[in-house]
């Protein structure tokens, strides 16, 4: 995968994946953005690139920054937003 695609993969996980998080439909985001449906949909499924303007739109309206959209960390728990820990287990070797 090239850079330009890997960013527009991670521009429409992210933006997903805060959308889901603050409980809105894409339906909801697009009316609370002024940001049409299919726009929003084309950035989610398609992985199209957002003009920055929209991304910054986007991103005020789900509380977040544009940053935090394109460096969304799969290991965000999507309840919390906190990272994930991982689960480690002393053993007592003898």
């Known amino acids: 995968m090239n850079n330009k695609t890997e960013l527009q993969s991670k521009i429409a996980l992210g933006l997903k ?3 889901v998080l603050k409980g809105y439909t894409q339906s909801d985001l697009a009316e609370k953005s002024a940001v ?3 726009t929003i949909r084309r ?3 398609r992985g199209m690139p957002p003009k920055i303007s929209t991304l ?3 991103a005020k309206h789900l509380n977040c ?3 935090e959209i ?3 960390d799969d290991e965000t728990n999507f309840v919390s ?3 994930n820990k991982p689960h480690v287990k002393k053993i007592d070797i003898h």
């Open 17 to 19: 994946k805060y959308r």
């Open 70 to 72: 394109i460096n969304f």
């Open 56 to 58: 910054v739109r986007l």
């Open 81 to 83: 937003g906190k990272k």
């Open 65 to 67: 920054s544009p940053e």
């Open 36 to 38: 049409s449906i299919s």
């Open 43 to 45: 950035i989610e499924q």
